[in-house]
């Protein structure tokens, strides 16, 4: 459904006027006026979004160490081995890069204390909330990532 068949939907255009931001979905997110960007209510949204994403991190960092201390056992068979060590492998290039996207989230919980959340660090532009329900840890519009992308594509890093 387009953005604009959600705004004049007059359940989801109103349904944010009564409830807290934590309980909103994204199709009322996204039916809210424009006057409303990053509004309390909307802050408050991507909080506990931000906020549920970090421990679900937490909690599948704290599942990899259980699992990796198990499957410490000997097994003689050199390719079953291989295969562990592989599985293990892969599984810690994954913890890694929630390492890094905890960083991200953090920094973003940072930007909705300081009131820069949802707002391009490079032009100073609303980034969307399009953009910001599909990647909440978003700082740059969607203008400004495919001028960088394209950047680091012609002239590399």
Not at 59 to 85: M, Q, W
Request: hydrophobic content about 30%; overall charge negative; glycine content about 6%.
């Amino acid at each position: 459904m387009p953005q604009n068949d959600l705004k004049t939907d007059p359940n989801l255009a109103n349904a944010w006027k009564t409830k807290a931001g934590c309980d909103l979905t994204d199709a009322e997110l996204l039916a809210m006026p424009d006057s409303e960007y990053m509004s309390d209510q909307q802050l408050e949204f991507f909080r506990s979004r931000l906020q549920r994403q970090k421990e679900d991190l937490l909690a599948n960092a704290g599942e990899t160490t259980e699992h990796l201390r198990e499957d410490t056992s000997i097994v003689p068979d050199p390719a079953d081995r291989a295969t562990i060590e592989e599985e293990h492998a892969l599984e810690l290039r994954t913890r890694d890069r929630e390492r890094k996207l905890l960083k991200k989230i953090s920094q973003s919980i940072s930007r909705i204390d300081a009131g820069d959340y949802g707002y391009c660090d490079e032009t100073g532009e609303p980034i969307g909330l399009g953009r910001l329900l599909a990647r909440p840890t978003a700082t740059l519009s969607l203008e400004a990532q495919q001028r960088r992308e394209l950047k680091q594509k012609l002239f590399g890093d």
